[in-house]
């Protein structure tokens, strides 16, 4: 897709830290790592998010994400978040479908739930049966 940073990547018009290619997926350092190490995994066909990747391609994303985080073990790590953000409200910023490894250290203070909350009497049945409604 045209203007999409990217598809640019996968390409090849942009550089980047390359760490896993095969013929679907490609997965390269973020510019702006939370932590040394932090990585993203794409399709290198335009999906906008995890809505509109197909089931394969998504899949075989998170194999790739899984491989990585082994690998990531070399670097100094206490442990590994897999996350991914979907739709602006999500905090998504580049609308091509990809996945965030991020490495974490103990005490990095790198939080990723700001807040917590807890259900209403009821509430937590409720939610579940709308969720599972749309399954
Ligand atoms: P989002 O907030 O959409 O889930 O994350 C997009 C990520 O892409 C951000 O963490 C950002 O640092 C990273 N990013 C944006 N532009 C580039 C780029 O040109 N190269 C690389 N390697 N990462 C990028
Ligand atoms: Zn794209």
Known sequence: MEDCIFCKIAKGDIPCEKIYEDEEILAFLDIAPVNI???????????????ET???TSAKMMLVAKKISTAIKALPSDG????????????????????????????DGFGIWSSKR??????????????TQGL
């Not at 190490?37 to 809505?51: A, C, D, S």
């Not at 739709?87 to 490894?101: K, N, T």
């Open 80 to 107: 590994v978040n897999i996350t991914m953000n979907n739709d602006p409200a999500a905090g998504q910023v580049v609308f091509h479908s990809h996945i965030h490894i991020i490495p974490r250290l103990e005490n």
């Open 37 to 51: 190490g932090h990585t993203l995994v794409i399709p290198k066909k335009h999906f906008k998010n995890i809505y």
């Open 54 to 56: 197909p089931d394969d």
């Open 118 to 131: 807890s259900y209403e009497e009821g509430e937590g049945e409720e939610t579940a049966r709308k969720i």
